[in-house]
Every structure is written in C-alpha cells, then in structure tokens.
C-alpha cells in the first residue's frame, strides 16, 4: 500500500475517511479527515480507493480535501434505499461483490465514491445485509427482524442513557424532575445495578450512565435514588437483593381471615386434654406479639410436673394450604430493628394462632415429671387446650411476685438440666446479647442484654428440655423429622462450661455447623443424643413441620415421608440462609448507624489475634469485630485489653475503623 491512498476504516460505529502517510509491517499511518494522527492494521480497512492524494500537499489541505470527499460519499449513500434493495436480493442466498450491489445501485456508476457509498449506506443500516468490506449477504426475513428489534432495543437503551445522564446531572444541580423522561426504566436501571452490580442485566447501560455522569461508584447511584425519593437513607437494600416477600397477597389474607378461632367445646370433642386449670405464663421479649410458647409447673405426687406447651399453629395452618405455601415460600419470620416480617399474616401469628392472656388455645403439650433431685422420671406429649394466665416480659419475670414461686421453681429446674447438659458434653457459650431498636424518632438505641438473668436462662433452658424430648419422642416412634446435629467442635477451650469473654468468643469460632438430617444424631454443642426445633411454629417452618409429625404420631394428622421431609429441607436451604444474612446485615447496619453518632468516643476492646499489618479486636460493648492498625513500639497479644478510639463509621459502607488510644 502506498503512501497517499485515500482509504476508510470503522470505528465507534463511524466509517471514517483518511489518507495513508506511511506504510510498512501490515501497520499503516493514516491522517483522518479529523485532523487525527494514527496507526491502524491494513485489515481494519473497509474500503481502499484508487484516488490518491499527494502527501506532499500540506497537512490542513489534506484534511480539506479528505472531509469534501468524505461529504461527497454520505450525501450519495443518503440516496440509496437499503430496504428497497433488501427486497430485491433477500431471496439470494449467496454473498453479492462489491462490484456488483453497486451496480445495482448506481447503473453505470461503479467508481470508487459509489462504491464507498454502497459501504456506508449498508453499514448504517445493518439490519438487512450481513456486511464484509467487499461483499455483502442478504439476512432472511426472520433475521431481519430480530436486528431490527435488537436495533431498537439499542436504541432506546441509548436514549435511556441520555436521559439518565441527564436525570443524575439535573439532581446534582437541584433541578430535577418528579418523573423525567424514562424515569421507570431508569429506576429499574439503576436499582438493580445497585443490587447485583456485574449480576445485572442493566450493568453495561449503568455503567456507561455513569461514566457520562462522572460517577465513581456504585454509592453515587444509591444517593441518585434517595435524592429522588426512591429510597430513603436507611433503605433496606437486602430485602430487594434477597427478594423478601414483605407483604401477603390477598387471597392469603382472605384464608386467614375466613380462620375462626375454635370454641373450647369444639377443641375438646376433638380428644385434647383440658389444662386450662394449670397456672400458665408467657415470658417473651418486650415488644413481642407472636407468642408461641407458654410454661407451667405444678406439684404432683412428692414430684413436680413441668409443662411446656407450644401452640398447635398445625391445626390452624392446614398442611398444603394457601397459608403453608406461603409459610414455607417464606421460611421464617425475620426480626429487624426496623421491621418484622411475619411467617403468617399478623391476624394469625400475632392473634389467633398467639398464646394470648385469658384467651383459651389449642397446644401441643409436653409435661415432664420430675423428682426433687431433678431427674426427669418421665414424660408425655399430647394434645391440649390452655389459657394463659400471666403474660410477662424477662424484665417482669425477674421481678414478679405474682409467679415469683413458680419462676424460681423453672429455674432451679433448668439450672441442673443445664449442668446435666455440660456433663454430657455440652459446650455452654455465654455472651451477651446486643440489642438494637429505634426510638419513636427513628434513632437507634443499643443496650446490652445478659442473656444470663434469671428468666431468660430459665426459658432457653425449657425449650431445649422440650426440643429434646420431642426429638426422642419422635425417634422413638421412628417418626422422621428435621433433626439437628451437631459435630465436634475443631478444639475444645471451656471447661465446665466456665471461662472469660475472650475464652467464649473464641470458642464459638471453633464451633462446627449444625448439621440437618431426618434421623436422629448427637448434638455437640447441646450435649443431647437428640435435637428437633418445635417451640416456635408461628414463626420458624421447621418448627411446624416437626410439630405436623408430633400430631402424627397422636394420630391427628399424616406423616410427612421421609423423602418429603428431605425435600422440605433442601427446599428451605436458600431462604433460611437469606433470613440469616438479611438479620445479621441488618442488625449491623443499625448498630453502625448507632456508632456514626460516637466517633472520637473511647471504649474498650479486647485483643483476638495478631495479623501480619494489624490486630483483630472485640469491642466490649458492642460485641463486634473490627481491625486495628499496629503501632509503633505497641506489642500486643491475644486477651489483652486495650483502650481504643472510634476514628471513622459508615453504616452504608459497612466501615468502622478504630487506632489505639
């Protein structure tokens, strides 16, 4: 190729005109009719002319001459009727020359403008011939289509970045529009970008909105969709990630509005047995609603007969129902600071399925007779009816006089099952619980709960003790159900089940994860031969499962098989590992949100490990992990306690950064 050929090449969906200035190695210098120097390989090219220019005619008279010619060739190419010479050719099916679609075009007119022209006109319109710089493929009809779709497609994708752009500009300076142009799609755009990133199918179009818009990362969007009242500031994004149902439909509201409460008559014609006249309480957390559980004590024979009575949530929620779909599609209740999202509608899980006060209820119950040693010499499970008595929360229960006897009888119970427990094996990991709320402003508070006091070891206790009795009563039946196991830990530091906060943290590291099966197996962790989780079938799926197959055995209902349970299992995998983050993330966010406010504070933390650049660190107060920059001169070592200062905290971002001091 020689030095003054006018040739033409694509790039940026444009066929620019240019002259060769140097030639050598298949790599030519061009000059472009845009006053461009540059490199590209011959086989670029799409079209090479038999005009010539002299190189040595100046460089601002080769650009002249070089964008006259190229004007030339578009006003010819505007001529041609690409759609029109489609129908003509698209019954051929083979490629047509250059030489020869120009004719067609251009009867008699086949110099090199023409040709060029012929180029350019199909490469515009590409919907309609598959285009190679010298020869060209009619598509069929059907392809046609399809590009011309794609083509719009990319059209509008196009125009939705034009808009975006101009959305996220007209935000930035305080002249945004309510609804703009594509404010829909570029809602979708830009939420789902934020939510899956590389995941999303609007990626390529919010990255290049970005890039148009001078954004960095992906948080400026965030703060695009919360200028624009899309998302608040403290917008749960995980609930849309993780695609949390949040609302019931109608016809599920419907069924469970169509659910009567059953009269005691009704319950007890069914074969339960009346305990309506045992002194039951509830103890729950304060703001609970959804009370699943009630407890009861009474002396018997030199002995004392515990009570642990769950409510039958499985005579309500019919196996296969609208109701048990959409508890099984859910899995779980999730409790947020900001939010709960209940398993069943509220008029069920917070009212008619609930262990309310003076309200007479359908349980499943098992009463544990036990001597004044505290050996348990034996028990039953059965169907029954209860009323509540006393509904308190762990602070009243503490404090009561009412129940005090009763109270301080359970606990006395549960602290030598507990040790039973221990002597079995079981690991007893005791750390304190951080609670976080907000406020009736929305502010979040942050108080540690000892998880310790008197009512709530008492009630974690009761329902392990119930847990474990409905496992074995089930195994014992050969009845599968969702058992829980759990390994041996990696290493074993408590002893007795005594030892500091750093010796508890870090043994719970060392723990193993509990395993599901539908037979029963040891449980680490608990130190029992059988586990199965049956005390909360309002709010835990599992939990009504393994209550389904307690009524079978009682003969209220059938049994799941074995094969249903495993699916069941496999089934719930996904959402109960989305409720688990969605809560964790959550929690977090909110406790970070909490310590924006105490930036510059100091608290104490306690040394975990050393790393190679820094320490892991606890903070004492809040129970949370956090790195910590090595200092000079400073040599630390793990359960050193430390003084540390909050330096920076973003909720959004998930940061909290402390230094030493």
Known sequence: MESGEIVEYIDDRKIICAVVTESGNQRLRLLTEYNREIKVAAQRLSHRSTLRLDPAAGRNLLVASLQNLSQKRRSIAAGIEVKTLWEVLNQEKAWIDLHTITGLCFPGATDDNHQSAVIRALFDSRSYFKFKPDRFLPYTEKQVAAMIAAEQEEQHRQQCIDAGVRWIQATQSGSAEVHPEYGEALIDIFTSFFLFEKESPHY??????????????????????????????????????????????????????????????????????????????????????????????????????????????????????????????????????????????????????????????????????????????????FASIIRVDHQLNYFEANLSTEAGEAINALHSIAGRFREKRISQGGIQIILPEINVWLDETGIPVVNQVNRESPSRMMVAEMMILSNWLSARFLSENGMPTIFRSQPKPKDRILKNGTGTLFQHWMQRKLLRRFELSTRAKYHCGLGLDAYATTTSPIRKYFDLVTQRQLRAVLGLERAYTEKEIEDIIDQLAQPMAKVAKLQFRRNRYWLLKYLEGRIGEKEEAIVLQRRRNNYTVLLKAYMIECPLPQTGGVNLKPQDLVQVTIQHVSARKNQLSLFLG
């Open 204 to 381: 390529t179009t919010a990255r290049s909105i970005m890039k148009k818009a001078n954004l960095s990362s992906p948080n400026a969007i965030f703060n695009h969709l919360v200028s624009v009242g899309v998302w608040s500031v403290d917008e749960n994004v995980d609930l849309l990630k993780f695609d949390i149902p949040t609302f019931f439909s109608k016809p599920v509201i419907q069924l469970a509005q169509s659910i009567q409460t059953k009269t005691a008559d009704t319950l007890l014609a069914d074969g339960r047995v009346d305990l309506t006249h045992l002194t039951t309480i509830t103890i729950d957390g304060q703001s609970t609603l959804d009370f699943d559980d009630a407890l009861s004590i009474e002396p018997r024979d030199g002995h004392v007969l515990v009570g642990i009575h769950i409510s039958d949530v499985a005579q309500c929620i019919q196996r296969g129902s609208l109701l048990d779909k959409e508890a099984l599609r859910r899995g779980s209740s999730i409790y947020m600071p900001d939010k709960r999202i209940s398993m069943a509608p509220p008029l069920l899980a917070e009212n008619r399925l609930s262990l309310m006060r003076n309200r007479i209820r359908p349980t499943i119950s098992t009463m544990v007779k036990i001597s004044p040693s505290g050996d348990i010499i034996s028990y039953d499970i």
